[in-house]
């Protein structure tokens, strides 16, 4: 069972306590100890009756619909586990030079659709003081939306001081004047649109400065004696055409590999220069600034 699917119905195995939905008059069989991970009923409890072995004496109505109750009790009584990864560590030597940014695969069977979180779980863990615990795992799922969902991950985050979860979304967002206004309208305040200004700004001037600063021959270490001038010549034309087109999420390491395929194919000595000069931006574009958090303090 998904986990889309798995919030449509709730049962309790060993229930000594009843939850009723007043609009829907459904009632649902609970356990009061696993009830406890939600503060308002931990205090329900403390100053409540207690002992009876009748089910209908230990009973309480709520004004909820029934998916919500469902939605509710199931996090009480089936707290939800972090997402699980598929991908490789991030920070493996091969995903450090293979990628841009550490993009996170993760089993989509074990991640909590992301409407459900925003619309609804989340108002639940207010509501209803959840736990620490609980909380901390629908965060994880929240993280696990950030590359294929980073503006309304950043924007709900933002809005609900996720500081860690915001900083993860921002390194994902694409130029912000690539969306539409309806689709900024998610960010809660100048503030926080103000710091993807300055991210991306600072990301673009930091890439620009790599590949300016990336020769294929630093300071003719494995210079080829036989092509050294077409090979550089055609590394200073890609990177100067490359540079004035810099956005925040372009892989460089990615554009600036395409001048191996202009080189000759038999020299083995600018084939090994190319690789070792991509690879290297590769791993200086993956550590220079890319998240809100790495932001300098403004004077």
Not at 53 to 62: C, H, I, K, T
Request: glycine share 2%; hydrophobic share 40%.
């Amino acid at each position: 069972m998904s986990y889309s699917e798995s919030w449509t119905s709730f049962h309790c195995d060993n229930p000594d306590f009843v939850v009723r939905s007043v609009p829907d008059n459904t009632s649902f069989k609970v356990n009061r100890t696993l009830m406890r991970n939600s503060e308002v009923f931990r205090d329900m409890f403390s100053f409540g009756k207690t002992g009876s072995s009748d089910l209908e004496e230990e009973q309480v109505d709520l004004h909820e619909t029934s998916a919500v109750l469902i939605a509710l009790l199931r996090l009480l009584h089936y707290p939800p586990a972090p997402p699980v990864l598929r991908q490789e560590n991030e920070n493996s030597p091969q995903a450090i030079l293979n990628y841009k940014l550490p993009q996170r695969v993760y089993d989509l069977t074990t991640v909590i659709p992301l409407p459900l979180l925003l619309s609804l779980l989340y108002d639940l863990v207010d509501k209803y003081a959840l736990s620490d615990a609980i909380t901390k795992n629908l965060n994880a799922h929240l993280v696990a939306h950030a590359p294929t969902f980073p503006l309304p991950v950043y924007g709900f985050a933002t809005a609900h001081r996720l500081d860690d979860v915001a900083s993860e979304a921002s390194q994902y967002l694409m130029p912000l004047a690539s969306y539409k206004a309806e689709e900024v309208a998610v960010i809660p305040s100048v503030l926080s649109y103000h710091k993807l200004v300055r991210l991306q700004a600072l990301r673009v001037q930091a890439l620009q400065d790599l590949v300016f600063g990336e020769d294929i021959f630093p300071h003719g270490y494995g210079v080829c004696p036989s092509h050294q001038r077409e090979t550089t010549a055609l590394w200073e034309a890609k990177r100067a055409t490359l540079a004035s087109m810099i956005e925040t999420v372009t892989d460089i390491s990615g554009e600036m590999e395409t001048v191996a395929e202009s080189l000759p194919k038999t020299c083995k000595e600018c084939q090994k220069a190319c690789t070792a000069a991509v690879q290297m931006l590769a791993y200086k574009s993956r550590t220079t600034i890319r998240r809100i958090d790495q932001l300098p303090v403004e004077s």
